[in-house]
């Protein structure tokens, strides 16, 4: 039984900066890929970083690039986000993801946690 529980997620004035967490248990988690997705309201959800299984190997969506960093302690079993320079756009519910494939697709990733809540809003 694969989990990932986000944490870490809150309300942050425009220009802020918030840092994800996200657990994982139930996989060789320095096996696997992993990523970070979010989801507006009334929007698909979408590709937002990932990181290969031993860390030296990741990518952006345009929209974040420079402005977040993805990155993974295999010892601890956890997947991080760091945010910073937040916009209102970034508004979403932001959710961990692991694959045994370096993908960027939602179709790629077949274990999900519930997600963090990430509000930018002055």
């Known amino acids: 039984q694969v989990r990932l529980i986000e944490s870490g997620g809150g309300l942050v004035q425009p220009g802020g900066s918030l840092t994800l967490s996200c657990a994982a248990s139930g996989r060789t988690f320095g096996s696997a890929s992993m990523a970070w997705f979010r989801q507006a309201p009334g929007k698909e959800r979408e590709f937002v970083a990932r990181?290969?299984?031993?860390?030296?190997?990741?990518d952006y969506a345009d929209s974040v690039k420079g402005r977040f960093t993805i990155s993974r302690d295999n010892a601890k079993n956890t997947l991080y986000l760091q945010m910073h320079t937040l916009k209102p756009e970034d508004t979403a519910i932001y959710y961990c993801?692991?694959?045994?494939?370096?993908?960027?697709?939602?179709?790629?990733?077949?274990?999900w946690g519930q997600g963090t809540q990430v509000t930018v809003s002055s």
């Open positions: 993801a692991t694959s045994w494939v370096y993908g960027s697709r939602v179709d790629e990733y077949d274990y």
């Open positions: 990181i290969n299984w031993g860390g030296w190997r990741t």
